[in-house]
């Protein structure tokens, strides 16, 4: 028997209300296996999500998982879920192990924005998920951070000068340029998405940034402060304008303390004692 096209959202309901209420189910989507949603997600997970919903979405318009669909919003909770973070903040696992994990869910987030956001769209079809997705990256980039500075501490002093080390910390910087850009960059689409998500978005980003901020170049944070600045003033809602001129001073606070920091002198490393060569007088004396 083959199931005809509108049959297809009956039965994705059925098999959602089988995985509720079945603990460690196996759960299929539109015909498609997606990872359990009782549990915390790891990459491999994302990974599985994301080859499913990129097979679903060249089938069904409109048939990915929403915030706030009675059915498919418990598959978006958990990709936004903040226990996802938890294995990555273990501090009984290997720190190295979990700075690549989070470097691949990264990853995987980044690709699922690509398939939630459409870029000929003239009104973003998933625009609160394709936004509740962008700041999740943000946290997960943080945290990303955070691993990373706890590494590159672990490191010797010749470890940290190797050119191999320097280059993936210069990458992460460059990454997290990249997705604070892009992040700002939705504050303008005011066409494509609507404007109570735009304003629950601008809270959230004044919320996330500060934390990203110190870890930026020093060239982006400058870029970063006058795009904020600008958004303070011209931005077209006033509820938006609010909340960039709320985070604009937090983060001009910031850059002072770093440009504080780098200003300081390095403290002098202690002089190595000379080596004595010469005979102790006892020996001399005989």
Known sequence: MTLSRPLLWPLAILLLVFARFTPAAELFYLGQKIPDIQRPWVSADYHQLLLALQKIDTTQVN????????FTGPIYTRMVSEDNFKPQLNI???????????????????ELMRLYFDFKAAQQPYGAE??????????????????????????SEKEQTSQIRLQGLQETKAAAAMLTSSALDYLGLTRQFNREDLVLYSAELAKLLPELFVHLPADVRGQLLARVGELADKHQYSEVRGNMADLLPVLVGIQQDVDAQLARPAPAKPAQPALDLSVPPAASAK
């Open 130 to 155: 394709a936004l509740g997705l962008m700041t999740y990256s943000m946290r997960q980039q943080a945290i990303l951070f955070t691993l990373t500075v706890e590494f590159w501490m672990t490191l």
């Open 92 to 110: 009984y696992a290997p720190l190295e192990l979990r700075q690549n994990e989070a470097r691949d869910v990264l990853f995987q987030l980044k």
């Open 63 to 70: 048939a990915l998982p929403r915030r706030s669909g009675e």
